[in-house]
């Protein structure tokens, strides 16, 4: 894939990224995440590839951590399984009463997986290292005709602010490997560091991080130190660049691009123009791909901006004029491709609803969200497949295996065209659940025959509520509900209080809810299991940073690896203090803290592993587990 013109190309012809997000390789899990269930649908890692391609996906982005790579051992996820029958097959990509048109078959991978048993699933994944089974996955996606984009993980890894010139070369070895597969490196696409807001990190050099924190002090010196580092290896590899330090025009992390000066005076934003400046000098800067992320206010907990002209006012500011506008270059006027690297919802809230729609309005360029300053924006990478991601939820449900049509009729808006559109007749049954009040209607003027419709909303909705055995339980290590968006990440004018609290509820008002991963053998006799634990405060009081949990298990010895907190551990207690600012929990606010436990164990039931005590703040938790 090449880069010309501000367009993304493939072979001469203009392509569009209609892709997904899917992680595991960033969360100890060392596969991607959901083939534990017990659906033939759900549980064989190729027969959820071609649920992808069939639901009109064209390519992928994969979350990882290098330390995951370089240290993890291998999970084993083989497992008896046997191949849907071709009802059940076209059932799971279908949205309720579609029926397949006479004449029409269902399509199979172009390139399939060796299978050594017909009747074990998963038995075609590498076991040598985690980096070998990564490698494969990134090979097995191409040759089906994905494009992928590999997306190292800040917040689980932070290889590039311990050693940058290590992260780099390590950078450089991984597309050096995957280059050598001819098919791989014409698909490759890196997405060189997630959301570098989460460390602080701001454009300019020099922002006052201690060393060994931070090598190299600015995000501009880490993407030019990796893009050297890799560009001479993988020429036509494309590069997808995200924003940062810009929280005060309400940008989500991994946004934050503007780069008009008055603008960044005036609201006191981190500054990019010394790195646009510096890669408009480089032989690579025509292969880089501005990939902000955009989430709606159940995610980022800021309803101010979130919708209508704030929110096309904000995205064009950031990131939409380097589409139309540009920057002038040594060579002229150089524009940017933008693709959505993230974006997603759980579709319950109604502002929520209604800023997934006017999202689709601004990528289509229709609407009000033709706001005459950017281009349409046909490329985007949604969030997620997941059923674990816990602000957004996944394309499937909690069982991994039922699709959520609402989310696939939202993207057929920004353009998705999945298989059933063309091959089945859709009966009497609609594709969304009844309480859907989402509609389709047609619009001219969009940027590709692909994107033929825009979202709109036909009546208000009510919101939605889960009892609470069903509610979504966990995020995956290191992202939780208010992720996307500081404390302070607001429009202009907007303060973020933090109510006093007394304690006087804050432990009797949560609860905790927990995920217990499937266990595996670290070595012989000892098992290691992730344990994430997501907090709801259901009382009235703020819980202010910083507070302390507690988490007994009986079985719990050593602890080796956590996220979102610094946990220890003493006497099969695990304990330890969340500090960030955006862990403060406002009355029903939710945030989720990990860690991977082990312990000496003939057996590896999850159960070894669920704690039985959760306190916070020395007060005890109401524990459900999923």
Same mark, same amino acid.
């Given at each position: 894939?090449?880069?010309?013109?501000?367009?993304?190309?493939?072979a001469?012809?203009p392509?569009?990224l209609k892709?997904i997000?899917?992680?595991?390789?960033n /969360?100890a899990? =060392?596969m991607?995440?959901?083939l534990?269930g017990q659906?033939?649908?759900?549980?064989?890692?190729?027969?959820?590839?071609?649920r992808?391609?069939?639901?009109?996906f064209n390519a992928i982005?994969l979350p990882?951590?290098?330390?995951?790579?370089h240290?993890?051992p291998?999970r084993d996820?083989?497992?008896q399984?046997?191949?849907?029958?071709?009802?059940d097959?076209v059932?799971?990509v279908?949205?309720?009463?579609?029926?397949?048109k006479?004449?029409?078959?269902?399509?199979d991978?172009?390139?399939?997986?060796q299978?050594r048993?017909?009747?074990t699933g998963?038995d075609?994944?590498p076991?040598?290292?985690?980096?070998d089974r990564?490698c494969?996955v990134?090979?097995?996606?191409?040759?089906?005709?994905?494009?992928?984009?590999?997306?190292?993980?800040?917040?689980e890894d932070?290889t590039?602010?311990? @050693?940058?010139?290590?992260?780099?070369?390590e950078?450089a070895?991984?597309?050096? @490997?995957?280059?050598?597969?001819k098919v791989?490196?014409?698909h %490759?696409l890196?997405?060189?560091?997630?959301?570098?807001d989460?460390?602080g990190?701001?454009?300019e050099?020099g922002?006052? #991080?201690?060393e060994p924190?931070?090598?190299?002090?600015?995000?501009?010196?880490?993407?030019?130190?990796?893009?050297?580092?890799?560009?001479h290896?993988a020429?036509?590899?494309?590069?997808f660049?995200?924003? =940062?330090?810009?929280?005060?025009?309400?940008?989500n992390?991994? @946004?934050?691009?503007a780069?008009?000066t008055?603008l960044i005076?005036?609201h006191g934003l981190?500054?990019p123009?010394s790195?646009?400046?510096?890669l408009m000098?480089k032989?690579y800067?025509?292969?880089?791909v501005?990939?902000p992320?955009?989430?709606?206010?159940?995610v980022?907990h800021?309803s101010?901006?979130a919708?209508?002209?704030?929110?096309f006012?904000?995205?064009?500011?950031?990131f939409?004029h380097l589409?139309q506008?540009?920057?002038?270059?040594?060579?002229?006027q150089?524009?940017f491709?933008?693709?959505?690297g993230?974006f997603g919802? #759980?579709f319950e809230?109604?502002q929520d609803?209604?800023a997934?729609?006017?999202?689709s309005s601004?990528?289509g360029?229709?609407?009000?969200?033709?706001d005459?300053q950017h281009?349409?924006i046909?490329?985007w990478?949604y969030?997620?497949?997941?059923?674990?991601?816990?602000?957004?939820g996944?394309?499937v449900a909690?069982?991994?295996?039922?699709?959520?049509?609402r989310?696939?009729d939202? %993207?057929?808006?920004?353009g998705?065209r999945?298989?059933y559109l063309?091959?089945?007749?859709p009966?009497?049954?609609?594709?969304?659940?009844p309480?859907?009040?989402l509609?389709?209607?047609?619009?001219?003027n969009h940027?590709?025959?692909e994107?033929?419709h825009?979202?709109?909303?036909?009546q208000?909705q009510?919101?939605?509520?889960?009892?609470?055995?069903q509610?979504?339980?966990w995020?995956y290590?290191?992202? =939780?509900s208010?992720q /996307?968006?500081?404390?302070?990440?607001?429009?202009?004018g907007?303060?973020w209080?933090s109510?006093?609290s007394?304690?006087?509820?804050a432990?009797?008002g949560v609860q905790?809810?927990v995920n217990?991963?499937?266990?595996w053998?670290s070595?012989?006799?000892?098992w290691?299991?992730?344990?994430n634990i997501?907090?709801? /405060?259901?009382g009235?009081?703020?819980i #202010?940073?910083?507070?302390?949990?507690s988490v007994?298990c009986?079985?719990?010895?050593a602890?080796?690896k956590?996220?979102c907190?610094?946990?220890?551990?003493?006497? /099969?207690?695990v304990?330890g203090?969340?500090?960030e600012?955006?862990?403060s929990?406002?009355?029903?606010?939710?945030?989720?803290i990990g860690?991977?436990?082990e312990c000496q164990r003939s057996s590896?039931a999850?159960n070894?592993f669920?704690?039985?005590?959760?306190?916070i703040n020395g007060m005890?938790?109401f524990v459900s587990?999923?």
């Amino acid at each position: 894939m090449r880069v010309v013109q501000g367009q993304l190309q493939e072979a001469g012809a203009p392509v569009a990224l209609k892709g997904i997000n899917w992680f595991g390789f960033n /969360n100890a899990s =060392t596969m991607l995440d959901g083939l534990w269930g017990q659906n033939p649908l759900s549980k064989d890692f190729a027969t959820v590839v071609l649920r992808l391609k069939l639901l009109g996906f064209n390519a992928i982005r994969l979350p990882f951590s290098f330390q995951d790579l370089h240290t993890l051992p291998t999970r084993d996820f083989c497992c008896q399984w046997s191949c849907p029958s071709p009802t059940d097959m076209v059932n799971g990509v279908t949205p309720p009463g579609h029926k397949l048109k006479p004449g029409h078959s269902l399509p199979d991978l172009p390139s399939p997986p060796q299978r050594r048993s017909p009747n074990t699933g998963n038995d075609y994944l590498p076991s040598s290292s985690t980096y070998d089974r990564f490698c494969w996955v990134v090979h097995f996606f191409a040759h089906n005709g994905f494009f992928v984009l590999v997306d190292n993980h800040l917040r689980e890894d932070q290889t590039a602010l311990q @050693d940058a010139s290590r992260w780099a070369q390590e950078w450089a070895k991984l597309v050096a @490997d995957l280059v050598k597969d001819k098919v791989t490196s014409s698909h %490759l696409l890196i997405d060189v560091l997630n959301e570098p807001d989460n460390y602080g990190i701001r454009w300019e050099a020099g922002n006052g #991080k201690p060393e060994p924190f931070l090598a190299v002090s600015g995000l501009g010196d880490l993407y030019l130190l990796a893009m050297d580092a890799i560009h001479h290896l993988a020429p036509d590899v494309p590069f997808f660049l995200e924003g =940062t330090g810009q929280s005060g025009i309400g940008a989500n992390w991994g @946004d934050g691009f503007a780069t008009d000066t008055q603008l960044i005076q005036d609201h006191g934003l981190s500054d990019p123009n010394s790195f646009f400046q510096a890669l408009m000098t480089k032989p690579y800067a025509h292969q880089v791909v501005i990939c902000p992320h955009v989430y709606g206010p159940a995610v980022t907990h800021s309803s101010q901006g979130a919708t209508g002209q704030g929110l096309f006012q904000r995205l064009s500011a950031s990131f939409g004029h380097l589409t139309q506008q540009g920057l002038q270059s040594p060579q002229g006027q150089m524009v940017f491709p933008i693709a959505i690297g993230e974006f997603g919802s #759980k579709f319950e809230e109604p502002q929520d609803i209604q800023a997934m729609q006017d999202v689709s309005s601004y990528l289509g360029n229709t609407g009000a969200g033709a706001d005459g300053q950017h281009a349409p924006i046909a490329h985007w990478f949604y969030w997620s497949w997941n059923a674990n991601s816990g602000d957004t939820g996944g394309i499937v449900a909690d069982d991994w295996t039922s699709i959520h049509w609402r989310k696939i009729d939202f %993207l057929i808006s920004c353009g998705l065209r999945p298989w059933y559109l063309d091959n089945t007749d859709p009966g009497s049954s609609p594709s969304s659940p009844p309480q859907s009040n989402l509609a389709f209607i047609p619009t001219p003027n969009h940027i590709t025959p692909e994107v033929p419709h825009v979202l709109a909303q036909q009546q208000q909705q009510q919101q939605l509520s889960q009892p609470a055995g069903q509610q979504q339980a966990w995020a995956y290590p290191g992202q =939780t509900s208010g992720q /996307n968006v500081q404390p302070n990440q607001s429009q202009p004018g907007q303060q973020w209080q933090s109510a006093p609290s007394d304690g006087a509820d804050a432990g009797s008002g949560v609860q905790a809810v927990v995920n217990v991963g499937q266990p595996w053998q670290s070595s012989p006799g000892r098992w290691q299991c992730d344990v994430n634990i997501t907090l709801i /405060n259901k009382g009235h009081s703020t819980i #202010k940073i910083p507070w302390h949990l507690s988490v007994q298990c009986n079985q719990y010895e050593a602890i080796t690896k956590s996220w979102c907190w610094q946990p220890s551990i003493q006497q /099969n207690t695990v304990s330890g203090s969340a500090t960030e600012t955006w862990q403060s929990l406002a009355s029903g606010a939710e945030t989720t803290i990990g860690c991977v436990v082990e312990c000496q164990r003939s057996s590896t039931a999850s159960n070894d592993f669920t704690p039985h005590t959760v306190l916070i703040n020395g007060m005890p938790c109401f524990v459900s587990k999923v």
